[in-house]
């Protein structure tokens, strides 16, 4: 069974940083996509990045591109959101997700991933 932890999150204020981990057990994820997701409250839960975890690449939403990064740490068997620049319109719950295989279509798509954390709270003051 593929369990998520995620941890890192918080309150920041405007053009500050955070760094979300997922730690991910249960499985050997070599073949695996990993992604992130938020949802704000009202609104449905959205792509923010992805990557493959053999390969290493990424993937990232227009709205994070340039601020957002996703890494990994194959030891630790944890993935990485490091946040810089954060803007009151990225306040969310962040959720991490895991799935095999996923094309690069699918990989942006909530609906594709069978296994979620139980999310962490970011919130950016203004």
């Known amino acids: 069974q593929v369990q998520l932890v995620e941890s890192g999150g918080g309150l920041v204020q405007s053009g500050g940083s955070l760094r979300l981990s997922c730690a991910a057990s249960g499985r050997t994820f070599s073949s695996y996509v990993m992604g992130w997701f938020r949802q704000a409250p009202g609104k449905e839960r959205e792509f923010v990045a992805a990557?493959?975890?053999?390969?290493?690449?990424?993937y990232y939403a227009d709205s994070v591109k340039g601020r957002f990064a996703i890494s990994r740490d194959n030891a630790k068997n944890t993935v990485y959101l490091q946040m810089n620049s954060l803007k009151p319109e990225d306040t969310a719950v962040y959720y991490c997700a895991a799935d095999r295989a996923l094309t690069t279509a699918q990989l942006m798509a909530a609906t594709a991933y069978d296994y979620w954390g139980q999310g962490t709270q970011v919130t950016v003051s203004s």
């Open positions: 990557m493959t975890w053999s390969g290493g690449n990424t």
